[in-house]
């Protein structure tokens, strides 16, 4: 990876790193966040590093001092210092694309990947009971394989789940569907369906070309 994807001049290294914490933070909140691999405490430093650049930055765009330069000049070092083991450490694949990279502005060493087979069985998964309303998914690869291994080149595992009034026939009747990255995956469930079965089948799936795995059986659990 070239050492100089991050931009030096001002304006354009807010752009990059404000584009950056942003796609980082879409992929990383919500109800069921897309990418679960980085911890909170190293999104949090991301953030506060962007947070005391902008600042900085903010006082040089109208009239200044040296000092208001010098710390606008030493917050855009911490925020290097901050991105480059960031993007080292937690942006590469999986589960990170080379199309989340590209939209982030990140330099890929690879633009033609070998084509990724489809794995021929479906995850192996148990589901265990995590509290009120809330059921986790624990897949790996094979029977025997350890837990939350994957087959080579998959991301992880599409989980598609459902509180139907009856057992369902087909994995294609589960309406419900979440990313499924690391293990166990929480899924949390409405206060009117604790008490209830909720059914799952899952498919290995990668998310840089679509190639999927058969489903797996479905499986049940009763919402806690």
Not at 45 to 66: E, F, I, R, S
Not at 130 to 151: E, Q
Not at 209 to 223: A, T
Request: aromatic share 10%.
């Amino acid at each position: 990876m070239s050492k100089d994807y991050v931009p030096d001049k001002d304006a354009a290294f807010d752009t990059f790193f404000k584009n950056l914490c942003q796609y980082v933070n879409a992929k990383c909140t919500g109800q069921d966040p897309e990418w679960t691999h980085i911890p909170a405490g190293s999104l949090t430093a991301l953030n506060g590093a962007y947070a005391d650049w902008y600042t900085a930055y903010a006082v040089t765009v109208k009239p200044h001092t040296k000092v208001d330069t010098e710390a606008k000049n030493d917050a855009k070092a911490a925020g290097k210092a901050v991105i480059r083991p960031f993007v080292n450490q937690f942006l590469r694949f999986p589960p990170v694309t080379n199309e989340d990279r590209t939209a982030m502005g990140i330099p890929n060493k690879d633009t033609k990947p070998s084509p990724v087979q489809p794995p021929e069985e479906g995850p192996s998964y148990s589901i265990m009971q995590m509290g009120p309303g809330a059921l986790g998914i624990v897949y790996r690869n094979g029977d025997k394989g350890k837990r939350g291994s994957k087959p080579k080149g998959m991301t992880g595992a599409e989980v598609h789940y459902g509180v139907p009034s009856a057992p369902p026939e087909d994995q294609e009747e589960l309406p419900g569907m979440v990313w499924a990255t690391r293990v166990p995956h929480v899924i949390r469930f409405r206060e009117a369906d604790r008490g209830k079965r909720a059914y799952f089948a899952l498919k290995w799936s990668t998310r840089r070309e679509k190639c999927e795995s058969p489903w797996s059986e479905i499986e049940s659990e009763l919402v806690p």
